[in-house]
């Protein structure tokens, strides 16, 4: 139950209340429906549930992970990187969420008027409306454009909150409330780690459900009010004709990745500590359900409020649309401060977001503290590791400070938009690729069998070998194809900042491509390159009784045979082999040794010659190394 709970706090987030419901309305509206559960089931759902059998079954995190096929180790590394990335500027709207939830303790909200401090003279009040007109008398012709006005809530955020700069060029300095609203945030997120996933299970009981008591609460106020049934209609009614559109399937597919979390780690991370046996197929199933539903019915929550403002406002509900932060820290909250007994509203609909922030947050950043762990054991011990997490939080507390700056929200703006989509791509394309051609479907179906049972039908086979790897390369294409510059409130950004974006993007992907090259020049030689890919001796379940026979399980001596034992390989491998014979031919490119016979710990089999390599070896064969 805590493992379930822990995937639907990580893979349900913020993103599920603002990107999906705006992309809904913008693709097709209830016809967005379509592309996004085919791309799910096509995509989203065996990615998800693959990511869980590797963690289950090695019980290793995303780096770990790769002892399958060494020379992609750089994959983990760029699930990690990627983690990161979205770690800290995630964090960062985190802090101005718990910002206006602690404004909202208050008897008047303060975006709720005209009169404060931060306002300029293009502020109008709710209860003012303005059309587009033109006002003549005999002299001359007044042009009046409702654009020009500013609502209280879209000054606050700017001007108050933000204290937004003009462009990226005008980084200016930092905004100390918000400073302290994201150490707050670091500080929540460093305490709730320190113990690592013993800690997360309990705190993933509040994070992983409470938001869907406030969800609830905040639906049945919201289609009480009036025009909501128009707010939902706008957002459910389908065009049909916008699935002819190819970008419209390029953001359903995108959009899986995003909402599922997929390719960035976590799952593996998280799964990693589940027991051997436990049924992730069924997990996979209610996780990726659950967070579908949230999305749609956050959606329903939000259009129906965005439907009261435009009746309050007598004008269409396209005029009231906004995506991204604006829709959580300008559209909402303008609807709250319409609403009766506003603080109350206001305190509910923060603590939702900060909590489902939260739930996706602690997760993340568990990833990154558990991978690097994995490759560095010392940090394990209780000491050390406590010491690891506490400096790392605030590492990452000072990496996250250039983005509460007065310039900041163009930063942050960047790196979202360059790690939320090519990146995972590439990931989940390699990642697909690798586990159903290198490492071997057949290989990879024997894991599932030794852990659950039962094989994987022929759906999940034609899924992870062919439907998928296409459809992620048909979205990887089209996002190259269809690039659009990111920009900011109708700003674009200047080239040397579209430059850092791709640079950003092409980070973790490049990581893949120089560890793999490392690896080549360390170690040298095509046939060591050929021996590189596939997995080392010590890849297999943490418990040696589990799973099928793995050479890194046993221990192993040698007598009359014939078996090469080439050094180089060895040290690529990790292998650790003693040997035992009365006649070993040591030189220095390596040894040659008589006979392998396989010690299983209690017995022994002889009398036959194993393969010696990093593959996982079933039967006796006369063939060596």
Known sequence: MEFILTCVG???????????????????????????????ALVGLPLFYMELVLGQYASLGPIAIWKLSPLFKGLGYAMVIVSLLIGLYYNVVIS?????????????????????????????????????????????????DPTAYKTPTEEYYRRNVLNQSESIDDFGTVE??????????????????????????????????????????????GVTLPGASKGILYYLEPDFERLLDPRVWSDAATQIFYSLSACSGGLIAMSSYNKFNNNCYRDALIVCCINCGTSVFAGLVIFSVLGFIATEKNVDVASV?????????????EALARMPVAPMWSVFFFIMMATLGFGSQFSIIECVFSSISDEFPILKTSRNNIIFRVVGCIVFFLLGLPMICRGGIWMLNLVDYSVGGFPLLVVGFMELLIITRIYGYSEFSDNINSMLGIRPNKYWEICWKWVSPFVVLVTLIMNIVFFKEPDLDNVTY????????????????????????????????????????KSLPTWGPADKTKGEYSLGKYDMTFAAGDVGYNPAFARLMGSNISTSTNSTDVTNIGASVRTVNRIPGNGSIGGSTYIFSSNRSREPSESKV
């Open 96 to 144: 101005h969420v718990l910002y206006y939830l602690f404004k909202s303790f208050t008897d008047v909200l303060p975006w709720e008027s005209c009169d404060n401090s931060w306002n300029t003279n293009s502020c109008l009040p709710f209860d003012h409306h303005v059309t587009k007109s033109n006002i003549s008398d005999s002299n001359s012709t007044v042009h009046i």
């Open 321 to 333: 649309v906004d995506d991204g932060p604006g829709l959580a820290f300008i559209v909402y909250p």
């Open 176 to 221: 100390w409330h918000l400073v302290i609203c994201l150490f707050v945030a670091w500080l929540v997120v460093g305490l709730v780690l320190l113990k690592g996933i013993q800690s997360l299970g309990k705190v993933v009981y509040f994070t992983a459900i409470f938001p869907y008591v406030m969800l609830t609460v905040l639906f049945v106020r």
């Open 10 to 40: 990580y893979a349900v987030g913020l993103g599920n209340v603002w990107r999906f419901p705006y992309l809904c309305y913008r693709n097709g509206g209830g016809a967005f429906l379509i592309p996004y559960t085919l791309m799910l």
């Open 494 to 533: 200047p080239s040397w900042a579209v430059s850092l974006g791709w640079l950003i993007a092409m980070f973790p992907v490049t990581t893949i491509a120089v560890l793999a090259l490392y690896y080549y020049c360390r170690n040298g030689g095509f046939m060591v390159l050929q021996e590189s890919v």
